[in-house]
């Protein structure tokens, strides 16, 4: 027996995983510093809730290792306020709060609210936080059916299976007709990763959609945990999917990173206040739902039998074709042959009719179809602008981010792009060499100390001075014929034992010489000297060695850091180019099919004119034996038209297998729907219509309960999403 409670699931999960990559995208675009998005997202976040008060819009970043444990807990806050008040209070349980945007300051006040100076502005700020998450993510890895950890399967080959557990937590205790239960908050989390073609292959996901670009496979999967609790419908009947459970052949696994986005606003926006006008109606509805289905599935069938039919005939088709061709240009040529075959030709002529009102037929039916395709391909087209624009606003966050970390680590460096961010990061990289830094630690120390000591070169003159003139007053006292030193000789002046006129004539030698421009140069030389031995003590000390040392190891760690950022933003490159390879396939393949309704129609058209035209031959067969001339320039029309149609004959077959694919996958495709999803669905609702709705109406409620994470003042309404980022896992 078909295993419902797994395959309706997947029903679900299809529509709605791309549902969610659009509209979660989008939710996500103001990030920790988003500040250059600020204006559009303002114009685009003031939603109907906002209703003119202060709305707190908050981001929750869990950046956690490859098991989903939570290494960092990082809370963007956006405290919209559309009435310009100068003053705004706040509740929050974060810790090292930081305005990111303006110069805004908040003070504490005795209720321990934040009290933000806002002057008319909107607030933006950071902090981070411990306090326990309302879901909990867990991931575990399974090679060739065993578990492993991370670090046992990175490098490792065999068939793989990656799973995400999701643990709702959070829930409000809400009296449903009567009775206390418990209802947990609607979390719908959407798990995404792209994976490596060259070491995935077959990949599959339970509960999700996986998209194949030929280099790179995207892998989206949708969960709800605690939303079977909620709805409390028969389990084995119908069923609400709690993990995500990837399976793929791998070749030296490598994960560069996996992101998994929560988020409880698609139910709290819906309204159930009027649920009980229609809940009378609701099996009844689900009754007509069965009927139609069966009705299109009838109708898929048919469309892909006689579709059949028409590829069958088409080989005869296009030899009849050709035979009436031969046939038509060896009646041109013999006027006098024909008149013979008129006969044979009648018969001919009624048998083409009789394919010419197939072929119109099958034409109609074909432009129906074709119609069909261009309609959903141009809305799956008409989403390709919000899927990259909101990988783009991630992206741009991610590189704004990066800014905000470089500049905070004293590096300078141009704005990050999506077009220059690996040159630049490469750049700072290579400036961080431990042989430059090491030399422009070196130099900048020299100039340090040179510059020290150079102030002090008077002081070093003074000294030099003195020694010269210590050398110079030994020198007169000798050539004088005193027998004593320069400093025996100051002794003697102070102890004024020598005569006046000997202390002139000895002073004035002495100046005379300290005068000269030799001395003078002896000084500046020695001077210079003197400078030059101070410096290079000083650069050989221990305290400037070890300056020098710590710039070399900081350098280090700064280039280990932009290398790891790098590799980061390389991998969410590849995603981004990815969504950028699909949207395009995607807007090709809409604009094609719109060039092949249109086809289809002037063919549709084209077999019209040709009923038409067989049936005037008919008739003019008939009277063939009574003007061979009119049927000279009849039968020069019939074979122009005939050629024409014989040209055409290839296109038609090519096109009518395309269209017999795509019904046989419509028509199994509705089967499967109606047999796993719409009878599973009436068969489980069945009989708890009302008991349903107010099951509902309670978790609209939790939903809309559920505003904040880190706290949000009751004067405020909110809303907040969870965006966890694992760590990769490779070889190391």
Not at 76 to 85: G, H, M, Q, T, Y
Not at 623 to 648: C, H, I, P, R
Request: charged share 25%.
């Amino acid at each position: 027996m078909t295993d419902f409670k797994k395959i309706t699931p997947k029903i679900l999960s299809a529509v709605l995983s791309l549902v969610l990559i659009f509209s979660i995208v989008a939710t996500t675009a103001y990030t920790a510093g988003a500040e250059s998005n600020a204006v559009n997202s303002k114009k685009s976040s003031l939603s109907d809730k906002d209703n003119g008060k202060l709305f707190k819009e908050e981001s929750v970043y869990i950046i956690a290792d490859a098991e989903g444990n939570p290494d960092k807990v990082i809370v963007s806050d956006w405290i919209k306020n559309p009435e310009k008040l100068d003053t705004i209070k706040d509740k929050t349980n974060l810790s090292d709060i930081k305005n990111v945007k303006g110069d805004e300051t908040y003070k504490l006040n005795s209720d321990n609210m934040c009290v933000w100076d806002a002057k008319g502005n909107d607030i933006y700020y950071q902090g981070t936080s411990d306090a326990d998450l309302p879901v909990d993510l867990r991931v575990s890895y399974i090679l060739d059916g065993k578990v492993v950890s991370p670090d046992e399967i990175a490098g490792k080959s065999g068939k793989v299976t990656i799973r995400f557990d999701y643990k709702n937590k959070q829930y409000e205790t809400v009296k449903i007709n009567g009775k206390k239960e418990r209802i947990y908050v609607p979390f719908i989390m959407l798990t995404g990763m792209m994976l490596d073609n060259e070491k995935f292959s077959n990949v599959s996901v339970n509960n999700g959609k996986v998209i194949n670009d030929g280099n790179h496979t995207i892998v989206a999967g949708f969960a709800m945990p605690g939303m079977e609790e909620n709805l409390k419908l028969d389990t084995e009947k119908f069923s609400m999917p709690d993990n995500v459970e990837i399976t793929a052949d791998v070749k030296d696994f490598k994960l560069s990173t996996t992101l998994t986005v929560a988020s409880s606003d698609m139910f709290g926006d819906i309204d159930f206040s009027d649920a009980d006008k229609t809940i009378k109606d609701l099996n009844k509805k689900l009754d007509d739902l069965t009927d139609a289905t069966n009705k299109l599935i009838d109708g898929s069938s048919k469309l892909y039998n006689g579709i059949s039919t028409m590829l069958k005939k088409s080989d005869a088709l296009i030899s009849g074709v050709q035979s009436l061709a031969d046939g038509a240009k060896k009646l041109t040529n013999g006027i006098s042959e024909l008149d013979k075959g008129a006969g044979k030709l009648n018969r001919g002529v009624k048998t083409l009719y009789k394919g010419a009102s197939s072929l119109k037929s099958g034409a109609s039916k074909m432009k129906n179809g074709l119609n069909d395709l261009a309609y959903g391909l141009g809305q799956l087209s008409s989403n390709s602008y919000a899927l990259t624009s909101g990988a783009k606003q991630v992206f741009d966050t991610l590189l704004k981010t990066a800014d905000e970390q470089i500049a905070a680590a004293g590096l300078k460096a141009d704005k990050l792009t999506i077009s220059n961010y690996a040159k630049v990061l490469s750049e700072i990289i290579n400036s961080l060499d431990e042989d430059k830094v090491r030399e422009q630690a070196e130099k900048m120390a020299l100039e340090s100390v040179t510059q020290t000591v150079r102030s002090q070169e008077d002081l070093i003159k003074a000294g030099v001075t003195a020694a010269v003139r210590e050398q110079v007053t030994n020198g007169v006292l000798e050539k004088a014929g005193l027998n004593m030193t320069a400093e025996q000789y100051a002794a003697a002046v102070e102890a004024e034992s020598v005569d006046p006129d000997t202390q002139a004539q000895i002073n004035g030698a002495v100046e005379q010489q300290m005068g000269s421009s030799a001395i003078i140069s002896t000084i500046d030389t020695k001077t210079e000297e003197e400078i030059q031995k101070l410096i290079d003590t000083n650069m050989k000390s221990e305290a400037v060695k070890a300056q020098i040392n710590q710039a070399v190891e900081s350098a280090k760690a700064g280039a280990m850091a932009i290398k790891n950022l790098k590799t980061q933003l390389d991998s969410f490159n590849q995603f981004y180019l990815g969504i950028n390879t699909y949207t395009s396939g995607v807007d090709e393949a809409s604009a094609g099919a719109n060039q092949l309704s249109s086809g289809s129609q002037k063919l549709s058209d084209g077999t019209k004119t040709l009923k038409k035209g067989t049936r005037k031959l008919k008739k003019g067969t008939a009277d063939l034996k009574a003007g061979t001339s009119k049927l000279s320039s009849g039968s020069l029309a019939l074979y122009n038209g005939v050629e024409t149609l014989n040209n055409g004959t290839g296109a038609l077959v090519d096109g009518v297998k395309l269209i017999n694919n795509g019904a046989l996958s419509l028509s199994d495709g509705l089967k499967k729907y109606k047999k796993e999803g719409i009878d599973v669905l009436v068969d489980a609702v069945e009989g708890k219509a009302e008991a349903l709705v107010e099951r509902l109406k309670a978790i609209s409620k939790v939903s809309k309960d559920y505003k904040s994470f880190s706290g949000i003042n009751k004067d405020m309404d909110g809303k907040v999403n969870f965006i966890y980022k694992t760590d990769s896992v490779e070889n190391k």
